[in-house]
Every structure is written in structure tokens, then in C-alpha cells.
């Protein structure tokens, strides 16, 4: 089985709190990340795809396929977005990195399910990685 | 003159927008970053300072005390903040890169005008660079 | 088991066309990559040893040997060439990352099939990844 | 002054050779670069524009017409391209960095003299950088 | 299952050698890296903790959790360290990438059986990764 | 007027100490930094050289030419070296990025004054850079 991978940049701002704990516990847990008006990120979307080469084009997967349902299924809800207040999955959910990543997984894992693998980096320091198994 | 730089990353959120135009004009102007809510960005700073190298100590400048100027001056405003809201800067002034990296030279200089050169990342595509003459 | 991972660049151009396609089919699957003339990239290779640490070296596998074997196998037919005309291996199959990456581990496995991994960078936003399972 | 510089990817392939010289000539001076097939890069190119603030969108340039001008004068010529064939300026012209970025920057600067300075990366190890004057 | 993984940059010293061998074979098999007064590198670990998301918090670990685990049980001992001199582990044992990723990971394991992966960068070229099975 | 910059990485150890300070004072000068037995790094080397465009080849300077210099009158004295105990020159001189570089610049331009610029990153936070006016 060969894998491909593609990156996806996309900019971001989330807050992270949760009502069902007081603000002092807020602000313990979450530390900065709980400041009231939000902060922001480049994060980075990495998609990998797993399965056989097609020995007539040497491909596991079509890239511009790839990235058209990559596009229409994560990014344009996703760029240049307040997690909090433009997606309705995070009214309740607190968009941390680890809960990002299983929506986006959620949403790209509906019609692909060959796709096998994520990772989303929220800082050069900071990553998630969940790996799937169809389907 | 041998110069020194140090970089400084931090996060923070931000919408573009400006009271003096009409909400048509700040999206045409300014796209995808004129969403309502915000989003944000990964910034990194980079800080130059200028000068001869002392005799005894080999440096131009001590990194311990130019690391705590840029902390109290800099990182502890932006770190983590909405710019537009938590900034009384940017009530009426649009935080873009370039206006952000004006006043970041700014609250630098007002006490070390030896500083001579600052960029600002916002994201690995987008940079400003403002070099500064004494005094 | 440890893995040890060594990374090599070079440099090629390629064309993505196959003869089993029309002409306009060719453009539709492979868009810009399908330019007659072919265009190129700084490819990155990774490849990834696993094994039980020496504990007289303290290693898993010598550096020196590996790189000689990777520059005598890979690194002295790929760098600075044109995968289409100068390699006998794409003359009929398209060289795609996916299968540059199988001839690659194909050519490293045959005297070391000690190498687990390999992972092909062909830019910063489309990679490949093959695992291999001895012998 | 601010300097607001922004980075554009794109891939191409060249071979680095002159007719002026013997074909030792070329051998000796261009070494692996004169394989007579060719060879490619992820090349990068960094545009720098310089200018005032406009006070009104905290700006010194449009990002989106400044991305629009360099599409359509650089990277729809270069991008995917063999800068040997498929550019007439390197019918003579040897496509090295130097020259393809002297290149650049006189249809960068024909419309847009406000642009100050371009990098070119070939490779992470090898760029070139010009200051331009206006006018 | 989903994992997180944090990056730490530390800077430490090192000398390959073994008094098992000959100061001629200690030569041929580190090479360069035998140097009888040591050389240096800026180290990158990566730490990576499994498990279930925490439905309360959105997190499979507090990140400032393990950050004060790792400053502690890893940073603290290493970094602007010499291996050879400064680490009794390293009296006798070659500090390798491998056997350092060893000792760091017998050290972060100890108390936190949940760290279910290491990767340890010496140099952008050079690195190891280790997976653990708890317990 | 054209600049080509090349990158050269190399390792190595140093201890910032002098022995015209305390031992006090060398702890609170230089901090980590001052440990007994040194710690290292991987340094990168930049090095630009600024001319005129050769016609007949299409560069500013010959980069196998460049290479060698740097390798001769640089990387041999100081890749895999530990800076205090080495390199004679700093026997009383502190090896700061500062004073390195001073150095580097030295000996690459003694035979190379068409030089007029190096930059010496010590770690991804941590540069110089210094610019000569010929001759």
C-alpha cells in the first residue's frame, strides 16, 4: 500500500472554554487559550490517502480530486473562520486541536472513506494525528 | 556594525475592517479577512539590533535583556489576544501586518532606539519589514 | 525497534503523460504536469532503517554506510536528471511520486531490506509513503 | 518606509549551457547542471513592495492585485514550464538563478516600478536577491 | 485513538567514542564525529501521547501537563548540556541519536506510560523515532 | 547589481565564558550558556557575494568555486569542532554567534573581498548578520 499526502494551510481563531466549568477553572485548564476575545492560528491540514497505484496514470488518487473535496468539505468552511461562532460543532464543543481534527475527519471520511490518515498542526509545536481504518 | 536578530512567535486574531468604508467596499477590499467573526494567525517577530560588539562580553547586545524587553513590550499585549478588541490601538486603526508591525516598532523604540530593524511574519506567505534610523 | 531516519535531496524534471491516453485525456488527468516539455522539482527522500541499537556502536546502522548506499543507488541516477528520458524505468511508466517512490524502494530493498520506510517529498504540500515488511 | 513581501512557489525545470562554449566548457563550469536532459527545482520567489501606509486600509499594497500581477506576468509563464524551451528569452540566455531573476524583475517592474527588491530561491541553499531603483 | 505530539528544542554537546575500540576504529566508524574535544547540535524532540479524547476538556492530555514533565524530566537534564561529561548514563554508554532517544524515553515513561511515541531530530538529516507499548 | 547567497550548515560545541569577568558574573552574563563542560549547535552559514552578471555565464561568481572557498577557509576549521578548545582564535576571544561570524567574515574575505555579506544563524531564534563595504 502506497500513501499520499497533501497539506492544506488554513488561518483560524478559536477560544477554548467550556460552560460546564466555572471561570476559574477555565482559566486553569486552558490557561491563555481561554482569554476572553480569542487569539488565532495557521494551521496546517495534512490529508493521506492509502491504497494500490492505478498502473494507468501511477496515481493512488486524483491530487485535483483530492483537494476539490478538500476545498469544498473543510476549507471553505474552515479559512478565515472564528471556530467558535461560525461553526455551529463547536456552539457546545471546545474546538481544541484533538476535537478539530475528528470533525474535519468526520467530514472528509463521509464520501472518501479511503482516506486513512489526518494530521492537523496548530502551531510548529503543537499537532494532532488520527489514523482511520475503513470503513 | 554587526546586527543581531531574535525571533518571537505568538498568536493572536484579527478582522480587517474600517468604519470609513461601506460594508461592500470592505469586503471587496479586503476579502476573505473582513469576515465577521475574525480569524487568526501564528505571527512571528523578529527583531534586529544594531551595533559594535563589546569587548568583553562578545555581544551586541545581552539576548537575556532584549528577550524581557520584547516580552513586557510586546508578547504580553499580542499573545493570545483579539487585536481589535483587547488592543485600544486598533479601535479605529486596521490591524493589518503593516499597521501592526508600525506600532510594534513603536513600543520597541520608545525605549531602545537601538533597534534598527523589525519584520513581522503573519503567515509563511505575507511579511513587512520596517527599518528604523536612530534616534 | 528503533527507526533511524536520513533525508537526501535532489534535484529532476519529469513529465506525467502516458501513450495508453488520448492527448486531451492526458491534459485532464495530469493539468499543468502534462506540459510537453516537461517542468522539475527539489525532491526530498527519507529513508528509514529499523532495527535492534549495536550495543557496541550504539547504533542502529552505520550513517556513512547508508548514505553510501543511497548515493549509489538513488542519489547518482536521479540528481540532475530527467526521469522520462534518462531513466529506462519511466520510458512507458509515468513518473509520478507514487511511482518514482516504488522503483526507489525497490532499488534501496534489493541488498538492504532492512529499510522499513521510505518517504518522498516531491514539494513542501505532496509527499508519498511506502512501509515495507521484510524480506 | 514599509516593505510588505509576499512568496509565490512555483516548479520549473532548465539545463544550464551555452553555445559559446565547448561542450567541456559547459561540462566543467555547470557541471551536474549541463546533464543534457535537464533537471528542475521548486523554485520560490519573494516580491517586495515598498511604500507609505495608506492611512485608510492600513496598506502599502493591495495583496490581491499585487498576487494578480505577479500570476499573470510570472508564474503563468514560468510555473510548470522548461525555462529552456518554453521561454524565448532563454533561446541564448543560460537560465541560471541570476539570470531568470534579472528576468523577473523586468516584467515584474514594468507596470509596477514601486517594486523594490525580488529573491529567488532555486534551492534551500542558492538564491539571488536584487534591489531595484525606482524609476 | 488520537495523538498529540509537542515539539522541544533543546541544544546540547557530544562526542562519539567507545573505549571498547581502538582510537583507529573509533575514527573509522564515528568519523568525523569522534573528534577528540566534541561538537554540537540543536536537538528537537517530539513527545506523542495517545488516548481517548477527554469529553470535558476536548484534550487527550493538559498540554501544560506534560510540558512541566518534560522540562523536568528530559530539558532540565539536557539542555546547554554536554552528554559525554554531564550525564552519568553516558559514562560509558555512546551518545548516539539512538541510545539518547533510549535514555529520554525510559526517563518520560517512567511516570507517564502514556507516551506511546518519541522522535528525536540531531540534525534536519538525522533523526529517530521510537514506539512504545504500554505498559 | 546582482547578490547570490549560499547556505552551508555545520556543528559544533562552545561555553560563552571569559575569564576577565567572576565566575558570578559570567553565570549572570551569559546564563545556560556558560556551563562548564558546553553544549552545541547546528549553525548555518550564509554567505553573499554581489557583482555584476557575467554575460557569457549567465552568474555573479562560480558556486563550485564558492563552495570550495567556504569549505576550505570555513567548514574544515569548524564543522564537528568544539569552538574554545580548536579554534586558537578564541583561546581569550568568547565564541558568541557575534564574534564567530567577525571571524568567518575574516577569513572569507582575505581572498574573497567581492564577499559583502555573511549571516550566521546559531539556532532558529538566534542570527547575525554583518555587511562589508569593499575592499
Known amino acids: 500500500m502506497t500513501c499520499l499526502t497533501r497539506r492544506y494551510p488554513f488561518s483560524a481563531s478559536h477560544r477554548l472554554h467550556t460552560d460546564r466549568l466555572s471561570a476559574a477553572d477555565n482559566a486553569r485548564l486552558f490557561g491563555k487559550c481561554n482569554n476572553p476575545y480569542g487569539h488565532g492560528h495557521n494551521y496546517c491540514l495534512e490529508v ?67 482516506i486513512c490518515r489526518i494530521r492537523l498542526e496548530e502551531t510548529g509545536s503543537n499537532s494532532i494525528e488520527i489514523e482511520f481504518h475503513e470503513p
Do not use: Y
Open 48 to 114: 493521506t490517502v492509502g491504497g494500490e497505484i492505478d498502473p494507468r496514470t501511477g496515481m493512488v488518487v486524483s491530487p485535483a480530486a483530492l483537494d476539490a473535496h478538500v476545498r469544498r468539505t473543510v476549507l471553505e468552511r474552515l479559512d478565515h473562520s472564528n471556530l467558535n461562532t461560525d461553526l455551529p460543532e463547536f456552539a457546545t464543543l471546545v474546538p481544541t486541536t484533538e476535537n478539530l481534527g475528528l470533525e474535519i475527519g468526520r467530514w472528509l471520511r463521509r464520501d472518501w472513506p479511503q
